[in-house]
């Protein structure tokens, strides 16, 4: 009885764990250009100012830090800025490329060139304005 009780606990677990992790946003419908792929990536940054949010949908820290970014990705004087969202689960190849370790991670790129980066949450609509002013 108790081999077949520790079966079931065993079978639950694995079971729970290989649920799909439900998304906290609907990142389809807001300011940000998606991006994916390592190729598209670098094309969309190669000129300009750009400010990429990677983040992961299920994340509740990034689902915290996502207003400011929309905010700011939706104000009329960033008019000639990039804000792009890269999900992180879905392009290892772009992390790895620009060494993203976490998540949400908020990188600001001049010319294709990485000049500033937020890690975590709590960077207001300020912070994030005051780096794009610096690079325009």
């Known amino acids: 009885m108790k081999k077949y009780f520790l079966f ?4 639950f677990f694995i079971n729970a764990c290989d649920k799909e992790k439900e998304d906290l946003v609907d990142t389809s419908k807001n300011e940000l250009t998606d991006i994916n792929g390592l190729a598209n990536f670098e094309s969309e940054i190669d000129n300009g100012v750009s400010v990429v949010f990677f983040h992961a949908s299920w994340c509740t820290v990034c689902a915290e830090q996502r207003p400011a970014v929309e905010t700011s990705a ?3 004087s960033n008019a000639n800025v990039l804000f792009a969202e890269v999900e992180f689960e879905d392009n290892a190849d772009i992390n790895l490329e ?3 370790e976490g998540f949400p991670t908020i990188v600001f790129f001049k010319d294709g060139v990485e000049e500033e ?11 994030i304005q005051d780096i794009i002013d610096s690079l325009l």
Request: aromatic share 10%; glycine share 14%; charged share 15%.
């Open 8 to 11: 079931l606990l065993v079978l």
């Open 74 to 76: 939706a104000n009329i």
């Open 98 to 100: 620009y060494g993203i």
């Open 117 to 127: 980066r937020f890690v975590g949450k709590g960077h207001s609509v300020q912070e």
